[in-house]
């Protein structure tokens, strides 16, 4: 693996069902972010940790949870998927949290939910 | 509240300059970022600016003012590849970043 993963790159899911969205990185960073992007609006943070053991809510965190287990990995969770959730998820990393810390994304996956 | 406020949508000419502003409010402030998002992938980083003035980096150079919440990218020399979003972005006083909506770059030959 070089840099930041995720999986799946894309899914199609029925309303009501549990999904998990994978984020694996390998650069020792400490910090790790989840965002949405949707159309005419700004990336928007659902949860973030700024170390393993550790997270947070971010701006939009109602129907998501998130977990922090060790460094490499951190996975975001819905758990009764809506359509309102349909979206283009990014995972991001970075060294630190904070300042000039700059961000690597992963390459995103576009979730589809009817 | 929070905001950052930028161009939808943007032309210019290969071989010319462009410059992309953004304006920003904040709680807090700890740094103003841009990154490029070329369509279906990933925002990768251009720059950081945290202090007032101008940081060149190679054809793209960044901008800051502080006390006007103000922020641009200029990019020099514009080539076809440069055709994609621009993502402004200021670091809030929790170390959150907030981000704007995105230029879109249209380049043409």
């Known amino acids: 693996i070089a840099g930041i993963t995720q999986a799946p790159t894309s899914q199609i899911l029925a309303a009501g069902r549990r999904m998990t969205l994978r984020c694996t990185q390998d650069m020792r960073h400490n910090a790790m972010y989840w965002y949405r992007q949707d159309l005419g609006l700004g990336l928007r943070l659902i949860h973030y940790s700024n170390t393993a053991g550790t997270t947070g809510k971010g701006e939009v965190p109602d129907g998501y949870s998130v977990s922090r287990a060790n460094t490499d990995d951190f996975p975001l969770t819905l758990a009764s998927a809506v359509p309102s959730q349909t979206s283009v998820y990014f995972c991001?990393?970075?060294?630190?949290?904070?300042?000039?810390?700059?961000?690597?994304f992963g390459p995103g996956t576009r979730l589809t939910v009817l | 509240g929070q905001n950052i406020d930028q161009p939808t949508e943007m032309t210019a000419t290969e071989g010319a300059i462009v410059q992309i502003n953004c304006t920003y409010q904040t709680s807090g402030f700890n740094g103003l970022f841009w990154y490029q998002q070329h369509a279906g992938e990933a925002p990768t980083f251009l720059s950081y600016?945290?202090l007032d003035g101008l940081e060149e980096k190679g054809r793209f150079s960044s901008f800051l003012s502080r006390s006007k919440g103000y922020s641009y990218l200029l990019l020099k020399e514009l080539q076809m590849k440069d055709s994609a979003s621009y993502l402004c972005a200021a670091m809030d006083s929790n170390y959150q970043l907030i981000w704007g909506a995105g230029t879109k770059l249209i380049i043409k030959p």
């Open positions: 991001a990393s970075s060294r630190l949290a904070g300042s000039d810390n700059e961000q690597f």
């Open positions: 600016n945290v």
